[in-house]
């Protein structure tokens, strides 16, 4: 499900669909074609939004401007937008719960997109969560493969997954129905799901391990292959709406970022990942399996261009946001170590672009 949020009633603006260049005008707006943008424009990960929304809030408050435009597209489609070309049509930050992969390096360079700035932001978990009043999870994550997986390893191929309930997966699991609601494709939450849940779990699989080490292309198509009997169901982009199903829908499990799951535990609980709950501390340290880096990419062409974007930039990855006691801990993020976290501000101070991904 795709929401944008526009802080503050800024006036809207019209967009030309292609075909523009970044240029500076006399009043800083980015320009070209037949548009103009008087605002900055964040696109992408749903597990960012909050993070994002809130910093925009923050910047137009202290500085009086015009607050920043933030939309939830996936980390794919913002990634995908960011990528598409210059100009006052396309979003000054990408927002993602993932690292941008070199096929999107690439796309961006074929674009017109250079001197990428990346931006570690902090990190961030994926939980199973299920209502409050549901039976406790404790899973493992050949149990989340073995329960989710379109096919399963059987004799000297595949065969599908027919596992009804989580009982049947393992002894143990709840003896309920395998539901589960999660994002869809263009999520950096599915990709993190699907790489750190899916993946690892299949890794588990005698069977599977084999596979990897003789086609490790098949494995990947067949490890990350989600059910499409029913037992998953992409519930869209908003991972609200996801915690509502769950308050409605009691047999369900939800797959989103520990920052919902911060903000809704008086509805819903974690489920532990091989003997870990997800917490500030075991997803900043590691231990936590499915702990993932949450990041920002910003189009340096662009600082200095659109008006206030130089001091979002800042101020997202201030020790007043992003380090430890900062605000945006109050919505989930969890901070990244000091080392790293000064190195991040050098970075934006310095909009020193990135290299290409090496996958």
């Known amino acids: 499900m795709r929401f944008t949020t526009l802080l503050l009633a800024a006036s809207a603006v019209a967009l030309t669909a292609c075909g523009q260049q970044t240029s500076g005008k006399a009043d800083g707006q980015v320009s070209g074609g037949g548009g103009a943008r008087n605002q900055v424009w964040a696109a992408g990960s749903s597990t960012v939004f909050p993070f994002a929304t809130r910093v925009a809030e923050t910047v137009a408050r202290t500085t009086g401007g015009t607050a920043a435009k933030v939309e939830s597209l996936g980390t794919g489609g913002g990634i995908k ?9 396309y979003p000054d930050v990408a927002t993602a719960s993932r690292a941008m992969k070199k096929s999107e390096w690439d796309a961006c360079q074929a674009a017109g997109v250079t001197d990428i700035v990346e931006l570690k932001i902090g990190f961030d978990g994926i939980v199973l969560a299920n209502a409050k009043a549901s039976p406790t999870f404790a899973i493992t994550r050949e149990q989340i493969y073995r329960a989710l997986a379109a096919e399963l390893p059987q004799g000297s191929g595949f065969a599908p997954n027919t596992a009804a309930t989580w009982s049947a997966v393992a002894p143990g699991l709840p003896n309920q129905r395998i539901l589960a609601y999660g994002p869809p494709p263009t999520s950096g939450t599915r990709d993190a799901f699907i790489e750190l849940g899916m993946e690892k779990g299949a890794e588990k699989v005698a069977a599977m391990a084999a596979l990897k080490s003789s ?38 499990i939800g797959v989103f970022g520990y920052s919902f799951l911060e903000n809704n535990m008086d509805k819903v609980k974690a489920a532990t990942v091989e003997g870990v709950a997800p917490s500030f501390e075991t997803i900043s340290n590691g231990s936590y399996p499915l702990s993932r880096s949450l ?23 201030s020790d007043a946001a992003a380090g430890r006691g900062g605000y945006l801990q109050q919505r989930g993020l969890i ?3 000091e080392a790293e976290h000064a190195t991040i501000k050098a970075t934006a101070q310095a909009l020193t672009p990135m290299a290409a991904p090496a996958n």
């Open 215 to 252: 086609n490790e292309a098949q494995f990947k198509e067949k490890a990350h292959t989600l059910r499409r009997d029913g037992a998953w169901v992409d519930a869209g982009e908003n991972d609200n709406a996801i915690v509502q199903t769950l308050e409605k829908t009691p047999n369900a």
């Open 81 to 89: 937008l960011f990528c598409s070309g210059t100009g006052a049509s």
């Open 335 to 337: 901070a990244l170590p």
């Open 295 to 317: 990041y920002i990419y910003v189009k340096k062409a662009n600082v200095g261009v659109t008006p206030g974007l130089r001091e979002y930039v800042t101020a997202f990855v």
